[in-house]
């Protein structure tokens, strides 16, 4: 609210957001937040006990329902670790949601999906920021991996047997540098190009906003390259 000029100060913008019903902070920083001024707003009468024990109660109970105040032995999820949650029925329950989110806009001639034995008499090139770097491949507020669970695209498409060259092209998704005759020379020789490109957070994620929707740098230089 401070940003919009709607209060001019962190006790103004605790007392408005209490009486707006808001019982949550997502803070700003530990010694840093809103909410953090709420004891003072409380002893200026600015709001009262009673309105700050509704705004708590309903934030509390939800808490107790998930079991946040329980003994850990009680809650069955604390037993779990990597044995379970990287188990194979758990691995392949992922892969079947991956592979039923994509969106696929075009299959012009059928050319997808790529088969394992036809992969095997064809010579691929990946290319792109994306292509093997397993750095830009989550998205903002995404857990950190296991690196040995991470398939880039490159990885995967070896998994298959395929005859695969690799080129980047540019070394991050800003693409500010961008080698065309590396690309130019990998994809000139296959039979298949798979090209990976997007933003990632480096580029798009919260509080970092773009004004159009173009491929960053010289990312669409690149896609036009591997398509010639």
């Given at each position: 609210?401070?940003?919009?000029?709607?209060?001019?100060?962190?006790?103004?913008?605790?007392?408005?957001?209490?009486?707006?019903?808001?019982?949550?902070?997502?803070?700003?920083?530990?010694?840093?937040?809103?909410?953090?001024?709420?004891?003072?707003?409380?002893?200026?009468?600015?709001?009262?006990?009673?309105?700050?024990?509704?705004?708590?109660?309903?934030?509390?109970?939800?808490?107790?329902?998930?079991?946040?105040?329980?003994?850990?032995?009680?809650?069955?999820?604390?037993?779990?670790?990597?044995?379970?949650?990287?188990?194979?029925?758990?691995?392949?329950?992922?892969?079947?949601?991956?592979?039923?989110?994509?969106?696929?806009?075009?299959?012009?001639?059928?050319?997808?999906?790529?088969?394992?034995?036809?992969?095997?008499?064809?010579?691929?090139?990946?290319?792109?920021?994306?292509?093997?770097?397993?750095?830009?491949?989550?998205?903002?507020?995404?857990?950190?991996?296991?690196?040995?669970?991470?398939?880039?695209?490159?990885?995967?498409?070896?998994?298959?047997?395929?005859?695969?060259?690799?080129?980047?092209?540019?070394?991050?998704?800003?693409?500010?540098?961008?080698?065309?005759?590396?690309?130019?020379?990998?994809?000139?020789a296959a039979d298949v190009v798979v090209v990976c490109l997007g933003t990632g957070v480096d580029v798009e994620t919260e509080a970092r906003d773009r004004s159009?929707?173009?491929?960053?740098?010289?990312?669409?230089?690149l896609l036009q390259d591997a398509v010639q």
């Amino acid at each position: 609210m401070l940003g919009h000029h709607y209060t001019h100060t962190f006790l103004e913008t605790a007392v408005a957001s209490l009486n707006a019903g808001c019982n949550l902070e997502l803070s700003y920083g530990v010694r840093n937040n809103v909410f953090m001024h709420i004891p003072k707003a409380l002893a200026m009468g600015n709001i009262t006990l009673q309105m700050l024990r509704d705004r708590v109660r309903p934030l509390f109970y939800t808490r107790m329902r998930l079991g946040e105040f329980d003994p850990p032995a009680m809650n069955p999820y604390s037993a779990l670790d990597l044995s379970v949650v990287q188990s194979p029925e758990h691995r392949n329950l992922s892969l079947e949601a991956a592979v039923k989110s994509f969106v696929l806009l075009k299959n012009i001639q059928g050319t997808l999906p790529l088969r394992a034995q036809d992969l095997a008499r064809q010579h691929l090139a990946v290319v792109g920021p994306f292509a093997d770097n397993a750095r830009v491949l989550f998205g903002d507020y995404a857990p950190v991996p296991e690196p040995q669970y991470i398939y880039t695209p490159r990885r995967g498409l070896e998994t298959l047997g395929a005859n695969v060259s690799f080129a980047a092209g540019c070394k991050e998704p800003r693409c500010q540098w961008y080698s065309q005759a590396e690309v130019v020379r990998v994809a000139g020789a296959a039979d298949v190009v798979v090209v990976c490109l997007g933003t990632g957070v480096d580029v798009e994620t919260e509080a970092r906003d773009r004004s159009d929707l173009s491929l960053p740098g010289h990312q669409l230089k690149l896609l036009q390259d591997a398509v010639q």
